[in-house]
């Protein structure tokens, strides 16, 4: 295929920028005014579905920002509501004249609950819990009200508290009966003895907890927060990314970064490594572990190192971080406490979580190929060298030098990414033709397409989806579904998200920006729809298979977030069907019978239920002898699930010829890695029954077909 896609997303937003946001100036000498001015303007400008910024958008705002700083209200008086009401309707005169009154007065008043806070949920751990008092606690937040004094919210946090402790003691005295059973002369602690612990260990969390997370926001951290709440009214996949969670953005999409590849954590003042990510530099050195703390750091051309303990974790990372070649030295402490200086290169690290793999599938004498792709990744400043369809590519030709005769391609929890490189990937399996059409406001449709007319796999096709599969993942589906190309094979339906975002660098707005970095805006400027005029959005794909799995009863689809864009369809594009027809609804028949009939299946769908209504109880009690008869009824049901994680299929996986060589000269854990998926595999029903279509398509005879050409 041709990458004449892969600036698309580059060259729209030139364009939306040179027609719309040049005409405009922005000065304002304080930099959170001056965000919420460009913000605004971007959003009333260039959304594709703008709304009215009035009092019923102010009164939306006001209820959900002061939800999403104060969830389970245990910091705000009703008082303060009272006093924050008085905003309810003006925010949205606030936003228009660059005014951030409510911002100030809100986040002033949350730093002064949050330090009440801290005496308070040490008060309440400072007393014992009486687990005999026959008491309830409601974990649904949302219909709670705000308490009307110190008492009240101290009583609050008490049952708060008192739950999140109940399981503490819960383990604590497990862990002494059970030292009491293999020790008969074990000498238990006394009940008294095991509460203070569970209760202490609760402090301990809590206190981390406010340390590294509340403590280290900063005022710039609270506004990206309200400033984020605004964008979100417009539709959920608008969002604001801070600086911070720009270059975030970046490496999820890119799946690799600049560093010395380590995973890091704040713990009370001290930043600790957490993982070491498999053949990057931390790991290549043999000299990092797991658990060292980092004390201070120096880079090659300083004299000096940095303390960072107490240092903010993103600031921390600054440091830490840093260009491919460089060197920087890090004192660490390790568990033992020594104390040393270890010197590390940085390079480019590849997250190789984010990247497809592939698997060879053998069944009796039947070999098939499975390709897991976690995204649809891309690096627009590499888009040669990195983007999910040129792997996939790969991975092709490596599963057919196997000699398999069907492909699974799973796209289970793939979240979507990349539009230009899912309408490359597609056409790796079509000759030539449409993928997805797209529209922005006002203006006609455009086809994107397909004009390759190679192909990498012309044998079967099955595309696996569950209800977290979304965008780029519908947009393939989709368009296979539409071709005849593929079975799909999932749950009722995928997320449901049919609109197109691009981010846009808020930087560029300015022309003399003396700020500093207002970061940048991930905005929906288009709808995306199937070939044949549908609309995914909200609907998703439904699938040709739908097999129960653990989300089929939870609500975790578009349709279910707020604010969402409304269902529409368009005319179809002009596409062919697949030519080499194979009787595709009688092997979907065999695969619906087969899955009325499958007793694993219905055991899924079971516990998919009883997961739904524990999920729906928010009542649970604070009487440790009734919590734990409903652990152990819980336990008791549970047990007739057993059968799921016990179950193992008749299929058999192996690497490639060209990953086994790597294994011989692998610099990583890869052989381990992959060996640990193919254990998962051989354990994946869903994965069970796709081989079972590939082999039924398999067995059937292809058909030629002259198939009409569908017109829009």
Same mark, same amino acid.
């Given at each position: 295929?041709?990458? %004449? ?87 949205? %005169? ?43 606690? %409601? ?45 008969? @002369? ?171 793999? @592939?698997? #060879? ?91 390759? $007319? ?58 003399? %920006?003396? @700020? ?97 209504? $524990? ?85 059937? @005879?292809?058909?030629?077909?002259? #198939? ?5």
């Amino acid at each position: 295929m041709r990458r %004449n896609y892969k600036v698309l997303l580059l060259s729209l937003l030139l364009a939306f920028a040179s027609c719309s946001f040049t005409t405009k100036k922005f000065s304002n000498p304080d930099k959170d005014k001056l965000l919420i001015q460009v913000i605004t303007f971007v959003l009333e400008q260039g959304h594709f579905d703008p709304i009215l910024i009035d009092d019923a958008f102010s009164a939306e705002l006001f209820k959900d920002y002061l939800e999403i700083i104060d969830p389970v209200k245990r910091y705000f008086y009703e008082s303060d509501f009272k006093e924050f009401e008085k905003y309810k309707l003006t925010i949205d %005169n606030q936003l228009k004249a660059t005014d951030i009154t409510f911002f100030n007065v809100v986040h002033e008043r949350m730093l002064k609950r949050i330090e009440e806070a801290k005496v308070i949920y040490k008060e309440v751990l400072s007393e014992p819990f009486d687990y005999s008092v026959d008491e309830t606690f %409601n974990t649904d937040y949302e219909n709670s009200s705000f308490t009307k004094n110190r008492k009240e919210l101290k009583e609050r946090w008490r049952q708060q508290l008192k739950f999140s402790t109940l399981s503490n003691y819960d383990d604590l005295l497990a862990q002494e009966e059970l030292a009491k059973k293999n020790d008969p @002369s074990y000498v238990m602690k006394s009940e008294a003895e095991i509460e203070k612990e569970a209760r202490e260990s609760t402090l301990k969390s809590i206190d981390v907890y406010f340390n590294d997370n509340i403590d280290d926001l900063e005022r710039e951290d609270w506004f990206a927060i309200y400033v984020n709440t605004i964008v979100e009214e417009f539709d959920p996949h608008t969002y604001y990314l801070a600086p911070k969670n720009k270059e975030d953005f970046d490496q999820r999409m890119s799946g690799k970064l600049e560093g010395i590849g380590a995973r890091l954590q704040k713990r009370m003042d001290y930043i600790k490594i957490v993982e070491l990510i498999s053949g990057g530099p931390a790991w290549r050195s043999k000299e990092l572990e797991v658990e060292d703390i980092i004390l201070k750091v120096k880079q090659e051309d300083e004299a000096f190192p940095v303390n960072i303990v107490g240092m903010r974790i993103n600031d921390a990372i600054k440091y830490i971080k840093g260009p491919k070649g460089t060197k920087v030295t890090l004192t660490i402490k390790k568990v033992d406490g020594t104390i040393r200086d270890i010197t590390i290169t940085r390079d480019v690290v590849e997250l190789e979580e984010t990247y497809a793999k @592939s698997s #060879v599938v053998k069944k009796d004498n039947m070999i098939f190929g499975v390709i897991d792709l976690p995204s649809f990744y891309v690096d627009f400043k590499d888009y040669k060298n990195i983007n999910a369809a040129k792997d996939v590519k790969a991975e092709i030709e490596r599963l057919k030098a196997e000699g398999i005769q069907g492909l699974i391609l799973d796209l289970r929890n793939n979240g979507g990414g990349s539009l230009p490189t899912v309408v490359d990937m597609a056409g790796l399996f079509i000759k030539e033709g449409p993928i997805v059409q797209v529209r922005s406001t006002g203006e006609a449709k455009e086809v994107l397409r397909d004009k390759d $007319k190679s192909i990498s796999w012309d044998g079967p096709l099955v595309i696996l989806v569950n209800e977290i599969s979304a965008s780029a993942s519908e947009i393939m589906a989709a368009a296979m579904q539409d071709y005849k190309r593929a079975i799909i094979i999932g749950g009722k339906q995928t997320y449901g998200k049919g609109t197109v975002q691009n981010v846009i660098n808020l930087n560029t707005m300015l022309r003399n %920006n003396t @700020s500093g970095d207002l970061g940048a805006l991930a905005l929906t400027t288009q709808k995306y729809y199937r070939i044949n005029g549908g609309s995914v959005q909200l609907e998703g794909v439904k699938s040709d298979v739908n097999v129960p799995g653990r989300f089929s009863f939870i609500e975790v689809g578009e349709k279910d977030k707020e604010n969402p864009l409304p269902w529409d369809e368009i005319d179809a594009a002009d596409y062919t069907p697949w030519e080499n027809y194979f009787d595709y609804e009688a092997t979907i028949k065999k695969s619906k019978e087969r899955i009325n009939h499958n007793q694993q299946l219905k055991l899924v769908e079971e516990n998919a239920k009883w997961v739904k209504s $524990k999920i729906d109880e928010t009542v649970v009690s604070l009487n440790y002898k009734k919590y734990k008869a409903e652990l152990k009824l819980n336990e008791e049901e549970a047990k007739r699930f057993d059968a799921l994680t016990n179950y193992k299929t008749n299929l058999t996986f192996y690497s490639t010829k060209y990953e086994k060589e790597l294994f011989t000269k692998d610099t990583t854990d890869l052989k381990e890695k992959r060996e640990r998926w193919h254990e998962s595999l051989s354990h994946d029903i869903y994965i069970e029954e796709a081989v079972h279509v590939l082999e039924d398509l398999k067995t059937a @005879s292809p058909i030629k077909k002259v #198939v009409a050409t569908t017109k829009g």
